[in-house]
């Protein structure tokens, strides 16, 4: 599934099937807004990344990051300077004033007991 921001920050398209990104986004000019409307620059920050990530989501949403008990309409949450959605397929999709990337999932460490 592909998402599409295109707004005043710039553009972003995104294959969220296949983990690509192709990001035009003006982060100074969102750092620039995020200072002029909120004393707690982090904070709006976390809002602008989020609005955007919902557009790029659009009605596909439930599908491609399914709510959990915490988050109602789509599973994120703010991370430093930007914001993240928690795909299905267990990978993380961030941006943040760095940029916009997938994450893989987490691998689980285990331990295997020798028996010899």
């Known amino acids: 599934m592909k998402g599409k921001y295109k707004g005043k920050y710039g553009k972003l398209v995104v294959d969220f099937k296949k983990h690509k990104v192709i990001d035009e986004l003006d982060r100074e000019k969102i750092l620039k807004e995020a200072k002029n409307y909120h004393q707690h620059v982090e904070d709006e920050l976390s809002i602008i990344f989020s609005i955007i990530i919902d ?62």
């Not at 596909?60 to 309409?73: C, D, G, Q, S, V």
């Not at 994120?76 to 990337?101: C, H, N, Q, S």
């Not at 893989?104 to 028996?115: G, W």
Request: charged letters at 30%; aromatic letters at 12%.
């Open 55 to 116: 557009t790029l989501l659009g009605k596909n949403a439930r599908k491609i990051a399914p709510p959990t008990e915490e988050f109602e309409l789509w599973a994120g949450g703010i991370i430093p300077r930007g914001y993240k959605a928690v795909l299905a397929d267990g990978w993380e999709f961030e941006i943040d004033m760095l940029g916009t990337r997938f994450k893989p999932p987490k691998l689980k460490s285990f331990v295997v007991e020798d028996k010899r």
